[in-house]
């Protein structure tokens, strides 16, 4: 539950992937492009491209919906275990914002300063969880590993579908590459079952 990459700055509202996009194509962010055999785990209003593994669109996914029925299929198999692993990555934001209240609803400071505090919120949290602190929110948010449903990104993806928002692209290869290693995990995973 720790943050690897902040970037901190975008003024306005902007979808995640455009974010991404400019971040990406940004020489002097920094950014962490994972290695040729790692990928990060993204949700579907991202790009199925070649370190950026996306769930199956238009296939069960939430994990509330798999409490009520079981994966059948390979696509939904793959799906739940999705977001299973993603469900860290909400949980941490489910710290952040607990922790720090602000980062809902940013003073009205400068906007360097906002900056400044949104960042420093993720340093102190990264900073609590590298030493073990024992923190009641880490404790809390690790003994409830799923009580974060990511409701609301049923409701992004709708929107980002409706307002024709670009998505991230890296290419065609890049796509087919993750489009590949998606199947076969969805396949490995049925054979497991």
Known sequence: ?????????????????????????????GFPFPPPSKYYLCDAAYTNTRGFMTPYRNTRYWLADFRRRRALTKEERFNHAHAQLRNVIERAYGVLKARFPILRQMAPYPF???????????????????CNIQDH??????????????????????????EGIE???WGLQG???????????ANQLMLNA
């Open 1 to 29: 539950m720790i943050f690897t990459f902040v970037w901190a700055g975008w003024e306005g509202i902007a979808h995640d992937s455009r974010v991404l996009t400019e971040v990406a194509f940004n020489p002097t962010s």
């Open 112 to 130: 360097p300063i906002q900056k400044d505090v949104v960042i420093a919120c993720f340093a102190i949290h990264n900073f609590i969880r590298r």
């Open 137 to 162: 929110l880490f404790m809390e948010y690790d003994e409830n590993m799923f009580i974060i449903e990511e409701q609301g990104e049923v409701i992004e993806e709708e929107r980002i579908e409706e």
């Open 167 to 169: 998505e991230t692209q």
């Open 175 to 185: 796509n087919e590459y993750m489009t590949n290693l998606r199947d076969q995990i």
